[in-house]
């Protein structure tokens, strides 16, 4: 390849091209930090919602950046976020020595107002091994089918990955108290309808 001026211009401005484009020169409105943010949810009532790092935020005020949520006091990685029937649900998961894990699923009630803050409630114990979330791998983003069922991917590096559906029973609108019953894990979904 003979050297010339053009070839010798060609790599810095790929580079300056390259390095402008990934550090966000872009104009955007800053909503506030959120390390390691995973997934964002506006939900029908207006509230925004973040998954990521070790807490789950929601915007509290229109001036204010979104505030952490940190549900039961877990410390664990937050994921999927998806909202059906008046819940917004979330998954994390808990990681102890990088091998051991505990997987969590938490539903709130969608308050009336976009900025109420929303109570995330662990739907099963922390130890309880008839946790279906725990027989995912590692549960990551969550989508609810028309009939209510909640698919979640399972990132499993040691297998091959899947989408597994959890049946949900939702308690009767006027129970203020009950909270969503989830039925045991199917793995490998093949139909998301």
């Known amino acids: 390849m003979k050297i010339t001026l053009k070839n010798r211009l060609k790599f810095p401005l790929l580079f300056a091209a390259a390095l402008t484009t990934l550090s ?17 949810l506006f939900t029908s009532n207006g509230a925004l919602l973040v998954t ?46 990088f091998i051991f894990k505990n997987n969590h699923l938490f539903a709130a009630r969608l308050p009336a107002t976009p900025y109420e803050r929303m109570d995330f409630q662990l739907l099963y114990a922390t130890n309880d091994r008839n946790d279906p979330i725990d027989q995912i791998f590692l549960p990551n983003g969550i989508a609810f089918t028309s009939n209510g069922d909640l698919l979640v991917a399972d990132y499993n590096l040691a297998t091959t990955s899947s989408v597994a559906r959890l049946e949900i029973a939702f308690p009767d609108p006027s129970d203020h108290t009950g909270k969503p ?13």
């Open 52 to 97: 990521g790092g070790k807490s789950i935020y929601q915007k509290l005020s229109h001036d204010a950046p979104p505030e952490p949520l940190n549900p039961a006091g877990i410390q664990c990685n937050f994921t999927g976020i998806a909202e059906y029937n008046g819940w917004v649900f979330t998954t994390c998961v808990e990681l102890r020595f």
């Open 24 to 40: 966000g020169c872009y104009d955007t409105r800053q909503e506030g930090i959120i390390g390691d943010a995973e997934n964002i």
């Open 181 to 193: 019953v989830v039925a045991p894990a199917k793995p490998n979904t093949t139909s998301f309808v």
